[in-house]
C-alpha cells in the first residue's frame, strides 16, 4: 500500500552526506520526495511511495548511515497524495 510520510531528523544530520545518502537509497527503494537542510540544523525529508520500503528507508536512516549521528526521528504518516515524481535534494 502506498503511503506519506514527513520525517524530521535531528543529531548530527547536515554537512555530513546523509541527504546524498538518503537520495541514493530512495531512488533504490523507488520512493520520491525531498530531502532538505532546516535552518535549525535538522533535516526534513518527505517520502512517497510503497510504505515497506519507505520504512526500510527509515531503517537505513536510523542504522545505516556512516558519518551521520541521527539522534531522533519524528515520523508523521499521511495517505498517499502523489505530489512527487523523483526525489530530490533541496
Same mark, same amino acid.
Request: proline residues 0%; positive net charge; charged residues 25%.
Given at each position: 500500500m502506498?503511503?506519506m ?6 543529531g ?15 531512488? !533504490?527503494l523507488? $520512493?520520491?520526495g525531498?530531502?532538505?537542510? *532546516?535552518?535549525?540544523?535538522? /533535516? @526534513?525529508? %518527505?517520502? +512517497?511511495?510503497d #510504505?515497506?520500503?519507505? !520504512?526500510e528507508? $527509515? ?5 545505516? *548511515?556512516?558519518?551521520?549521528? /541521527? @539522534?531522533? %526521528?519524528? +515520523?508523521?504518516w #499521511?495517505?498517499y ?10
Open positions: 502506498k503511503k510520510v514527513y520525517l524530521n531528523l535531528t548530527y544530520v547536515q554537512g555530513v552526506g546523509l541527504r546524498y545518502s538518503v537520495y541514493n537509497m530512495a531512488m !533504490r523507488n $520512493i520520491t525531498y530531502a532538505k537542510n *532546516l535552518y535549525d540544523g535538522s /533535516v @526534513e525529508i %518527505v517520502a +512517497e511511495g #510504505e515497506e520500503n519507505i !520504512r528507508l $527509515i531503517s537505513y536512516i536510523k542504522n545505516g *548511515l556512516r558519518w551521520a549521528r /541521527v @539522534e531522533n %526521528v519524528v +515520523e508523521k #499521511e495517505d497524495k502523489g505530489l512527487y515524481h523523483t526525489f530530490e535534494i533541496m
